[in-house]
Nanobody, 130 residues
Framework: QVQLVESGGGLVQPGGSLRLSCAAS????????MGWYRQAPGQQRDLVAG???????NYADSVKGRFTISRDNAKRTVFLQMNSLKPEDTAVYYC????????????????????????WGQGTQVTVSS
């Protein structure tokens, strides 16, 4: 059964921190690069962070230096530590697989990604506001 369950979002003031978690089914997680995507109202969904099955990470310029992605392979869970949050980080955050091409080009594409996926979880809302 395909399953992606995101959690950890909330309301935080600018400059604050949040830690997101994503529990994934084995069919999605095992052996795949995983990533965090986000979608703000009226905007396209962007890929902001990716992590390979061996732990190498890539980030979009918009979050580099502020966000850290990690994974626990034993628990099939992906994390996103978000620090120095800005109002423009406000979005619904989703996790999913990341294709090899999207992972490689992640730092240079400004969030755009080319792969399509049939299944997405419900996401978790992050709101950065004073």
């Amino acid at each position: 059964q395909v399953q992606l369950v995101e959690s950890g979002g909330g309301l935080v003031q600018p400059g604050g921190s949040l830690r997101l978690s994503c529990a994934a089914s084995g069919s999605i997680f095992s052996g795949n690069s995983m990533g965090w995507y986000r979608q703000a109202p009226g905007q396209q969904r962007d890929l902001v962070a990716g992590i390979s099955s061996l732990g190498g990470a890539n980030y979009a310029d918009s979050v580099k230096g502020r966000f850290t992605i990690s994974r626990d392979n034993a628990k099939r869970t992906v994390f996103l530590q978000m620090n120095s949050l800005k109002p423009e980080d406000t979005a619904v955050y989703y996790c999913n697989k990341v294709s090899s091409i999207d992972f490689f080009y992640l730092p240079s594409r400004g969030g755009r990604f080319s792969a399509t996926y049939d299944y997405w979880g419900q996401g978790t809302q992050v709101t950065v506001s004073s």
